[in-house]
């Protein structure tokens, strides 16, 4: 948590109140010591992004208040006092005023440092220092002491995930509990929590790739590379799209833990009277950055009226381009139709009343605009991008999807919603009996199903994570089919179906090529690739192969490859000779 709340802050929020309103008791947790954690928690009440009933449980809020259970409790070696601190600073707690943690470091070695946390009644309940290693003075270690208020080590960790792990354990407690993560920094070291009494969920709320590299083969978003690495430990992991999830499982297959479950949107329960709507409206709502691509949107628009169909354009939102984009309204001489709103409450009545709402981002996880939009019967234009716009708009029907960069079509899009009343009114009322699957009860009940399964299936989900395939040879037939043998370990499960799974890379439409054993021996599997595999797959893409385990009524697919790089890559030439790349 944060001073300032972005989307994915805002659903963590909105899961939890949505969870308590339904009789599931929720929590949020929050491992950031914050000064202003007191006033952080009235202003999101207050500003209704979270249930007054809904506890906000921060770490450190706990430890100031609770003692350790009684263990073999020891006095606090304190290595800090070996070294010279020739600086101190104090941040206080801004409800009280009470000294909240005290920072030492030493212009000698700007990697050691010391904090000190306390209590309001000024005794330490926790040490976070990073000395130099007593065997290996040039190494440096961090660790965490818990203290009790007479001073006595209560708990020591090598890390502030240890820490963390171990805090959260306390929490589940012996009680049966749904652990979702949504902050990627969390994720990266809860991929590793286990608990008898936990179920265990992490959420992708953007891609898994760097921006605008391709989901299928482009370098991995740093962010999330550890929870990808570690994809087999959670019993859950959510994509908020089909098409998201869909480029996840053919890149790195199906451990049969993922699930498709969208951000809540709930709009007016009646669509606001299309009478009311401004024949000129147009919207944008979104941040200002170079991600959501705003100067497209303004070009659009000025598209619109250099085609002289009435217009005015609403920017709702603001960030780090404003600037830019005042200038470019200026320099195309649209200071009279644009308008800069800022950040508003009255976003839903702003949609009630427009005709269509742009969005031009340069990539999306889900577009809650969209969604808003679309639940207010408000009608979008949107780029075709990954992931989310394509999983929302019906094409022509709930809304207008246009190419990448295509603003001529773009234009013609928002001019026939401006000026084809029966058309937009049609569309509206399409988007807004669509947008109902996105609401609150709808995901409450996807959530809840996800969860169950999971539960349920979590020692069977385990078992079959450690199911692997790997290539051992591949042989021409003499009737020209391909063989390919692959090895695996099964970790001593009874397979109830085995698959190899033949699709065309980046083309879901497709259908994929499926084929079964024709021999089993004891090191592995052999599979015949049919002849007629590029009549069945006719695209000019490449197939990649999956293997697909079935076991216990859970599934897991992974992809196929060797356990080592080959040295050498064989070839057949386009007059069948064989040669080596």
Same mark, same amino acid.
């Given at each position: 948590?944060?001073?300032?709340?972005?989307?994915?802050?805002?659903?963590?929020?909105?899961?939890?109140?949505?969870?308590?309103?339904?009789?599931?008791?929720?929590?949020?947790?929050?491992?950031?010591?914050?000064?202003?954690?007191?006033?952080?928690?009235?202003?999101?009440?207050?500003?209704?992004?979270?249930?007054?009933?809904?506890?906000?449980?921060?770490?450190?809020?706990?430890?100031?208040?609770?003692?350790?259970?009684?263990?073999?409790?020891?006095?606090?070696?304190?290595?800090?006092?070996?070294?010279?601190?020739?600086?101190?600073?104090?941040?206080?707690?801004?409800?009280?005023?009470?000294?909240?943690?005290?920072?030492?470091?030493?212009?000698?070695?700007?990697?050691?440092?010391?904090?000190?946390?306390?209590?309001?009644?000024?005794?330490?309940?926790?040490?976070?220092?990073?000395?130099?290693? &007593?065997?290996?003075?040039?190494? %440096?270690?961090?660790?965490?002491?818990?203290?009790?208020?007479?001073?006595?080590?209560?708990?020591?960790?090598?890390?502030?995930?240890?820490?963390?792990?171990?805090?959260?354990?306390?929490?589940?407690?012996?009680?049966?509990?749904? !652990?979702?993560?949504?902050?990627?920094?969390?994720?990266?070291?809860?991929?590793?929590?286990?608990?008898?009494?936990?179920?265990?969920?992490?959420?992708?709320?953007?891609?898994?790739?760097?921006?605008?590299?391709?989901?299928?083969?482009?370098? =991995?978003?740093?962010?999330?590379?550890?929870?990808?690495?570690?994809?087999?430990?959670?019993?859950?992991?959510?994509?908020?799209? +089909?098409?998201?999830?869909?480029?996840?499982?053919?890149?790195?297959?199906?451990?049969?833990?993922?699930?498709?479950?969208?951000?809540? !949107?709930?709009?007016?329960?009646?669509?606001?009277?299309?009478? +009311?709507?401004?024949?000129?409206?147009?919207?944008?709502?979104?941040?200002?950055?170079?991600?959501?691509?705003?100067?497209?949107?303004?070009?659009?628009?000025?598209?619109?009226?250099?085609?002289?169909?009435?217009?005015?354009?609403?920017?709702?939102?603001?960030?780090?381009?404003?600037?830019?984009?005042?200038?470019?309204? #200026?320099?195309? &001489?649209?200071?009279?139709?644009?308008?800069?709103?800022?950040?508003?409450?009255?976003?839903?009545?702003?949609?009630?009343?427009?005709?269509?709402?742009?969005?031009?981002?340069?990539?999306?996880?889900?577009?809650?605009?969209?969604?808003?939009?679309?639940?207010?019967?408000?009608?979008?234009?949107?780029?075709?991008?990954?992931?989310?716009?394509?999983?929302?708009?019906?094409?022509?029907?709930?809304?207008?999807?246009?190419?990448?960069?295509?603003?001529?079509?773009?234009?013609?899009?928002?001019?026939?919603?401006?000026?084809?009343?029966?058309?937009?009114?049609?569309?509206?009322?399409?988007?807004?009996?669509?947008?109902?699957?996105?609401?609150?009860?709808?995901?409450?009940?996807?959530?809840?199903?996800?969860?169950?399964?999971?539960?349920?299936?979590?020692?069977?989900?385990?078992?079959?994570?450690?199911?692997?395939? #790997?290539?051992?040879?591949?042989?021409?037939?003499?009737?020209?089919?391909?063989?390919?043998?692959?090895?695996?370990?099964?970790?001593? =499960?009874?397979?109830?179906?085995?698959?190899?799974?033949?699709?065309?890379?980046?083309?879901?439409?497709?259908?994929?090529?499926?084929?079964?054993?024709?021999?089993?021996?004891?090191?592995?599997?052999?599979?015949?690739?049919?002849?007629?595999?590029?009549?069945?797959?006719?695209?000019?893409?490449?197939?990649?192969?999956?293997?697909?385990?079935?076991?216990?009524?859970?599934?897991?697919?992974?992809?196929?490859? &060797?356990?080592?790089?080959?040295?050498?890559?064989?070839?057949? %030439?386009?007059?069948?000779?064989?040669?080596? +790349?």
């Amino acid at each position: 948590m944060g001073e300032t709340f972005g989307g994915m802050t805002a659903m963590c929020l909105k899961r939890a109140s949505l969870f308590h309103e339904r009789g599931v008791p929720s929590a949020v947790v929050s491992f950031r010591p914050s000064p202003e954690f007191a006033s952080i928690r009235s202003s999101l009440v207050a500003a209704k992004k979270l249930h007054p009933d809904v506890p906000i449980i921060n770490l450190h809020e706990y430890y100031a208040s609770v003692v350790e259970e009684p263990m073999p409790a020891r006095p606090d070696p304190q290595e800090h006092k070996n070294f010279k601190w020739n600086h101190h600073t104090t941040t206080r707690r801004e409800s009280d005023g009470t000294n909240f943690f005290t920072d030492h470091s030493s212009r000698l070695n700007e990697g050691l440092s010391y904090r000190e946390y306390f209590r309001p009644d000024g005794t330490i309940y926790l040490t976070d220092s990073v000395l130099p290693l &007593a065997s290996n003075p040039q190494k %440096t270690h961090r660790v965490l002491r818990i203290l009790d208020p007479q001073g006595l080590v209560q708990g020591e960790f090598d890390g502030a995930s240890e820490f963390y792990k171990h805090w959260l354990a306390k929490l589940v407690g012996e009680t049966e509990t749904d !652990v979702i993560v949504d902050s990627k920094f969390s994720a990266g070291f809860l991929w590793s929590f286990e608990h008898p009494m936990a179920t265990k969920f992490v959420n992708f709320h953007s891609t898994h790739v760097s921006a605008g590299a391709n989901p299928l083969t482009g370098k =991995l978003s740093e962010a999330h590379q550890t929870i990808i690495s570690n994809r087999e430990n959670w019993d859950g992991i959510t994509f908020l799209t +089909k098409s998201q999830r869909q480029a996840f499982v053919e890149r790195f297959g199906d451990q049969g833990n993922t699930v498709v479950i969208s951000n809540p !949107v709930d709009g007016p329960d009646a669509i606001p009277d299309f009478a +009311k709507r401004d024949r000129t409206k147009v919207l944008h709502v979104g941040r200002f950055t170079k991600g959501k691509n705003v100067s497209e949107v303004i070009e659009i628009v000025h598209g619109v009226a250099s085609g002289g169909t009435p217009v005015s354009l609403d920017l709702i939102g603001d960030g780090g381009q404003h600037k830019e984009l005042a200038e470019l309204v #200026r320099d195309l &001489a649209m200071d009279d139709i644009v308008r800069f709103r800022g950040h508003i409450d009255t976003v839903e009545n702003e949609l009630a009343t427009a005709r269509t709402l742009i969005l031009c981002s340069k990539f999306e996880g889900q577009s809650l605009a969209l969604l808003e939009a679309q639940a207010s019967g408000c009608v979008p234009v949107s780029y075709d991008v990954d992931f989310g716009p394509r999983d929302v708009i019906e094409r022509g029907a709930t809304g207008f999807l246009v190419p990448f960069h295509d603003r001529e079509a773009a234009i013609r899009a928002v001019t026939q919603l401006l000026t084809d009343d029966a058309l937009c009114e049609e569309m509206s009322q399409n988007a807004f009996k669509m947008a109902t699957k996105y609401n609150s009860d709808a995901i409450f009940e996807q959530w809840i199903q996800a969860l169950d399964t999971a539960r349920a299936n979590q020692s069977s989900r385990k078992a079959v994570a450690g199911m692997k395939a #790997r290539l051992s040879a591949i042989r021409f037939r003499p009737d020209g089919t391909l063989e390919i043998e692959i090895g695996t370990e099964l970790e001593g =499960l009874q397979l109830d179906g085995l698959e190899l799974v033949l699709s065309e890379r980046g083309n879901p439409a497709t259908p994929p090529v499926k084929c079964v054993p024709f021999r089993e021996t004891e090191d592995g599997f052999g599979f015949v690739v049919p002849t007629d595999l590029r009549a069945r797959i006719p695209g000019d893409g490449p197939i990649d192969l999956h293997v697909r385990f079935e076991t216990g009524g859970i599934g897991r697919t992974v992809r196929l490859g &060797a356990d080592m790089k080959p040295v050498a890559y064989p070839f057949i %030439t386009a007059y069948g000779n064989l040669s080596i +790349k």
